[in-house]
């Protein structure tokens, strides 16, 4: 099964590639692997929340940055399809970096990037078994709660 009829079966349908914040490329292919840049949850142009995950008031709901994480992995998909010539032509996920601005005492970063990974899989299946690194930092661009870069093969 392709990916585009893959995507259709789970009524998936990728967002537009978002457009970099500042001096860098959406994605860039290299030989047989292509390079998202890192993707924030961006929903039509926008953020759909911005602070720090953890538990607690005033902090974003590691429930709630785990569908931000997946929202990152279907903007990485796009960026990467786009970059060389459609969805089709991805074959696998290769590795996947996420990022997720935390409070100090939040360890729960790689509960929160399954969010990516396990779209991924759901996309690609044993093709999108990868490699991964989930990491806490203070803050990231915009504020966004998550970023995840990913590292795709392609055909």
Known sequence: MSVSQRLGELGIDLPAVVPPVAAY???KAHGDLVFTAGQLPMVSGA???SGK?????GLIPPAD????????????VAAAAAAVG????LAGVVK????????PDFTGQPGVINGASEVLGEIFGD????ARSAVGVPVLPLDSPVEVEVVFSFA
Not at 86 to 89: N, S
Not at 96 to 103: E, N
């Open 86 to 89: 459609g969805v089709d032509r």
């Open 25 to 27: 490329v959406p994605a």
């Open 65 to 76: 940055a785990y569908a931000y994480a997946r929202q990152c992995a279907l903007n990485a």
């Open 47 to 49: 953020l759909p929340a």
């Open 53 to 57: 995950v953890g538990d607690g008031p």
């Open 96 to 103: 996947v970096v996420g990022f997720v601005a935390s409070v």
């Open 127 to 130: 093709a999108g078994r990868h």
